[in-house]
Nanobody, 126 residues
């Protein structure tokens, strides 16, 4: 399995931006689908953004085009650029990896991801 470490979380005012990073080790992520998920207190973990091994992306409706997922396989790192942050974006954000080779991000589900980071807290104040 690949090991994942998230960074870049913090406290930001509504309307602000943050960039999360997910550094992978143990195996190259070039053949993995990667995803960002989040979990708010009292809520289930939910998908935020997914990128397939071939670079196709899918965002959750709740973040629409405010967030952008990207990957740098040379650095073995995945990013989540978050703009226009809202208080409802407050959650612990997790990076995850899937060995799925699907070409479509719409076919990936949370259960397809079997390597997870420890999470990074994002808090958006109103």
């Amino acid at each position: 399995q690949v090991q994942l470490v998230e960074s870049g979380g913090g406290l930001v005012q509504a309307g602000g931006s943050l960039r999360l990073s997910c550094a992978a080790s143990g195996r190259p992520i070039a053949s993995y689908a990667m995803g960002w998920f989040r979990q708010a207190p009292g809520k289930e973990r939910e998908h935020v953004a997914i990128i397939t091994f071939n670079g196709r992306t899918r965002n959750a409706d709740s973040v629409n085009d405010r967030f952008t997922i990207s990957r740098d396989n040379a650095k073995n790192t995945v990013y989540l650029q978050m703009n226009g942050l809202k208080p409802e974006d407050t959650a612990v954000y997790y990076c995850a990896a899937s060995e799925s080779r699907t070409l479509s991000p719409w076919l990936l589900r949370l259960s397809d991801f079997n390597s997870w980071g420890q999470g990074t807290q994002v808090t958006v104040s109103s």
